[in-house]
């Protein structure tokens, strides 16, 4: 599956949860982490909107699991909800279920396992995340080329800007080479050249950046490429 799909994995113990987010961001998942139950609620509150999964500890600092559980699925009812936790009694196996969890797994865990379930909900689950992706307060459709951009204008863009802004946000925080730019993107009889993109990646800082002059997210590597930085 290629990968647009964000995930908060809410977890205290920071051993684990740097394992887990590693392993995720090697899928090419976009991560962002909480330890304790009022840090999961504010970047809920922030990513609601481009959250495709939640891996979600009970035990936790202010706020339990169970707690948290409720309040993500009152506001966003279909976001997928994963337990983790050493909690393994049948009792709050159900009670996670009931509130509208959709896998409960038990500490220990197999890591292999864990990602092939992660990848199966989503899999079940999303819905225009292959066409929709949303970072900050900017959105793309890659199915309509259209875009809202950081000032919440919405525009249409070209086919081939659309297909490098597909090829950017599909490697978050991987160096995309000129090279492979032109050759995924023109054809070889086409003469592309490194200022071409250099425009481009100037457009999208005007479409994306809230200042362009200090991009946050695409960001031009001197003699290398460009690259889009996935801030979690």
């Keep these: 599956m290629q990968s647009h799909s964000h995930i908060l994995v809410i977890e205290d113990e920071q051993n684990l949860a740097n394992t887990i987010a590693l392993n995720l961001k090697l899928e090419n998942y976009l991560v962002s982490t909480a330890r304790s139950g009022n840090e999961a609620l504010a970047l809920f509150k922030k990513n609601k909107d481009t959250l495709s999964l939640i891996l979600l500890d009970v035990m936790l600092p202010d706020v339990n699991g169970f707690e948290l559980c409720k309040e993500f699925k009152s506001t966003v009812p279909d ?4 337990f983790l936790t050493a909690k393994n009694q049948t009792a709050d196996k159900i009670g996670g279920l009931k509130l509208g969890a959709d896998d409960y797994i038990t500490k220990p865990f197999d890591l292999e396992e864990l990602l092939l379930r992660i990848s199966n909900l989503l899999k079940r689950t ?7 992706f949303s970072f900050g307060n900017c959105r793309i459709n ?14 249409t863009l070209s086919k081939r800007e659309i297909g490098l802004l597909e090829l950017l946000t599909g490697n978050p925080n991987k160096v995309i080479s000129r090279d492979e730019i032109i050759e995924k993107l023109w054809d070889v009889n086409e ?28 960001h031009s590597i001197r003699g290398v490429g460009y690259k889009f930085v996935a801030n979690s």
């Design 126 to 132: 999303q819905k225009e995340s292959e066409v929709f």
């Design 191 to 218: 003469n592309a050249s490194s200022r071409t993109i250099d425009n481009y990646i100037l457009n999208f800082r005007k479409y994306f950046e809230i200042n362009p002059k200090e991009p946050q997210y695409f």
């Design 142 to 155: 890659f199915q309509t080329y259209e875009i809202v951009d950081a000032k919440g204008n919405n525009q």
């Design 79 to 82: 976001l997928p909800v994963i």
